[in-house]
């Protein structure tokens, strides 16, 4: 793929720059889908989970995606050519936990959107 991108180049890139648009394209790639389990896995938590206190949906939500972080990590070691990164392990951690925050954020505000609805029906009637 990236050799079909970079073909309309004059220059054509050297196996090094392959090498690193590729790392980014799957550093990219992943953040996303860390972004997307995070923020996904975490609504169906927040929504399934109503009664449980705040507190113990956060730590409950921290810890699964940081152990699929984790053991996503660690299934390299067994693809070769790739090696466990622990600092990219904290970094898929990091953009799961923002969907986390991304998808709270969006139900508080919407919780409290319809609450300040309510209170002005009822100072009308």
């Not at 392959?18 to 790392?23: A, E, G, P, R, V």
């Not at 896995?41 to 929504?47: C, K, N, P, Q």
């Not at 206190?53 to 699964?64: G, Q, W």
Request: hydrophobic share 45%; net charge positive.
């Amino acid at each position: 793929m990236v050799t079909q991108v970079t073909g309309t180049l004059k220059n054509t890139p050297t196996q090094e720059q392959i090498l690193t648009i590729t790392y980014y394209l799957r550093q990219a790639g992943r953040a996303i889908l860390f972004f997307a389990l995070g923020f996904t896995g975490s609504w169906a938590i927040i929504l399934t989970f109503r009664k449980v206190t705040t507190k113990i949906r956060i730590l409950s939500t921290a810890s699964m995606l940081f152990v699929i972080a984790f053991f996503t990590e660690f299934m390299k070691l067994f693809i070769e050519g790739r090696h466990y990164s622990f600092p990219q392990c904290l970094e898929g951690f990091f953009f799961g936990m923002l969907g986390y925050l991304c998808i709270g954020m969006i139900l508080y505000l919407t919780a409290h959107h319809k609450d300040r609805i309510k209170k002005n029906a009822g100072a009308e009637a």
